[in-house]
């Protein structure tokens, strides 16, 4: 059974400084890893995939994937206030997610 | 317009009764999930269906049962509840398996 964790549990960044999330994976096989967005209450939200070894940028995302170690991370560039939510990152096994406890992020003003 | 609903949003039942949580999806996605979310274990995947009056089991599916009446609706059913069901439930939807469109969850608490 594929096996996702996450690190840290939980991460306070300055408004306007990067942040960055760390995701580690047990099957090197798996076809595609993706974040999701949680804010409290409400469900998760996709925010960026990456199926390919090497880097993926969308607007003030970037991910980053490392299939030899095993490892992907997010780091989000000029984080804001409205960043703070909880980080899910998840991996395929077999034609479904598997998820990771998740990164809290809390930006200060 | 939230594409997927839940109801109810939150339910208090008692140890032993039946529990009917219901999702409805508008995006015509032919795949729906039932997870659900502990603190520290992330998501957990119960059941989901790819066509309606069809479900199959996830990782976690003893002590629940899924029923696909349509395409739009699924619903998670315990028919005993207990106590180690507390947790906060999200059903989701999807084309394919990887980006999934999340309700806004129900969360039980069994006392």
């Known amino acids: 059974q594929e096996k996702v964790q996450q690190s840290p549990e939980s991460l306070i960044v300055p408004e306007g400084a990067m942040s960055s999330l760390n995701c580690t994976f047990s099957?090197?096989?798996?076809?595609s890893i993706w974040w999701y967005q949680q804010h409290p209450g409400k469900g998760p939200e996709a925010l960026i995939s990456i199926f390919s070894n090497g880097n993926k940028k969308e607007g003030r995302l970037t991910v980053y994937l490392n299939r030899a170690s095993l490892h992907v991370s997010l780091h989000i560039r000029d984080s804001q206030p409205s960043d703070s939510a909880v980080y899910l990152c998840?991996?395929?096994?077999?034609?479904?997610?598997?998820w990771g406890s998740g990164t809290k992020l809390i930006i200060k003003p | 317009e939230a594409a997927v609903t839940q109801s109810p949003r939150s339910k208090v039942a008692v140890t032993g009764g039946k529990v009917t949580l219901s999702c409805h999806q508008t995006n015509n996605h032919d795949y729906m999930y039932w997870y659900r979310q502990d603190t520290g274990h992330g998501l957990r995947l119960i059941h989901y269906?790819?066509?309606?009056?069809?479900?199959e089991k996830g990782d976690i599916p003893d002590g629940y049962k899924a029923s696909r009446p349509s395409q739009e609706n699924f619903s998670l059913i315990l028919e005993l509840a207990s106590l180690s069901q507390t947790a906060v439930y999200f059903c989701?939807?999807?084309?394919?398996?990887?980006?999934?469109?999340f309700g806004p969850g129900t969360r039980l608490t069994v006392l």
């Open positions: 998840a991996v395929d096994s077999n034609y479904q997610l598997i």
């Open positions: 269906s790819y066509v309606a009056d069809s479900t």
């Open positions: 099957n090197s096989a798996s076809q």
């Open positions: 989701a939807s999807s084309l394919t398996f990887y980006e999934q469109y």
